[in-house]
């Protein structure tokens, strides 16, 4: 290790491979972070200030909207000053910062999204039950438990991370630090990592979806049960728009990450990046206010007082 130099930052490859998409891609990436901030600013004020969307529905709803922020807002401004720029350089301890908040927030959501799955399962199935088993201090205590236990993971995985000598090349094959590009890089050993990254994948990626799909269901089952096709209607209204969020997030993490380490595909791993930092943290506003009438009374209301 004497002749040999750590390295002090690295280079974010992004997308130099295609510089002629630049200014295209500027746009779209600025464009959709613009309306990732607002949508999800906006269901944060509205849930805060009106009293009516104080229920645990709403309360995970404002804490996957303070998640997809975090998780959008930790790699796009670093994303896009590489579009325009000729070579895009990020500090060690910069890189370290932006891997912490970006896991952080993104298994946040994956394990938010199970326990929202839950909580649809309690108020459909369990309707009876429901003020008293999905009581607010009940569902404070799991909103505390999701954010300490993934900062707690994080953590892990950073700490882990920051044990690792990186001596040679310098360059991420990725628009944002991320663990695999991270640890193909790195000139020590990394056993120790890819233990952690399968046990994480399998608590995360399949534990967590396999435990959404048994709530899923159950919730089915009770709905095709329903005598009135009005029932019917209303129940599944209640719980679609977050079955399409499942729907889309579970997509990209599959279709990046459960895999070794080893299998790693650049191309893949910022096409699914672009889906679950960008696209989703955007779209997710847009399909729980499109098809929620309580939610969209509750902008117009935002809307109103602001006016006067």
Not at 73 to 78: E, L, N, Q, R, Y
Not at 279 to 307: C, D, M, Q
Request: proline fraction near 4%; include cysteine.
């Amino acid at each position: 290790m004497s002749n040999e130099t750590l390295v002090t930052e690295f280079i974010l490859q992004g997308f130099s491979e295609h510089p002629e998409y630049h200014v295209l891609l500027f746009s779209c990436f600025l464009s959709l972070y613009s309306v990732a901030l607002t949508g999800n600013i906006l269901i944060i004020l509205a849930i805060t200030f009106n009293p009516g969307l104080h229920t645990p529905m709403y309360f995970f709803l404002f804490n996957l909207a303070t998640m997809d922020i975090i998780c959008t807002s930790s790699i796009m401004p670093k994303a896009l000053e590489g579009l325009i720029s000729e070579e895009s350089s990020i500090s060690y301890g910069a890189c370290m910062a932006q891997l912490y908040f970006l896991t952080w927030a993104a298994s946040s959501e994956l394990l938010l999204l199970t326990v929202m799955a839950y909580d649809r399962y309690a108020a459909i199935c369990h309707p009876l039950h429901y003020s008293t088993t999905m009581s607010m201090a009940f569902c404070s205590k799991l909103a505390t438990g999701v954010w300490v236990l993934c900062a707690f993971n994080t953590a892990i995985h950073t700490g882990l991370m920051l044990r690792l000598n990186f001596c040679g090349p310098n360059i991420i094959t990725h628009f944002f630090c991320e663990v695999p590009p991270l640890l193909l890089l790195s000139c020590s050993s990394t056993y120790v990592n890819s233990i952690m990254i399968v046990l994480a994948d399998a608590f995360y990626g399949i534990l967590n979806f396999l435990m959404t799909i048994v709530s899923y269901g159950f919730i089915i089952s009770s709905i095709l049960k329903m005598r009135t096709a009005e029932g019917k209607k209303k129940a599944f209204s209640t719980c679609s728009s977050h079955l399409i969020v499942v729907c889309m997030y579970y997509t990209a993490v599959f279709y990046a990450y459960i895999s070794p380490v080893s299998s790693y595909s650049p191309g893949k791993s910022k096409v699914a990046g672009v889906l679950y930092t960008i696209l989703s943290p955007t779209l997710n506003p847009l399909i729980y206010t499109l098809r929620n009438k309580e939610v969209k009374a509750a902008l117009r209301k935002l809307f109103s007082f602001s006016g006067n």
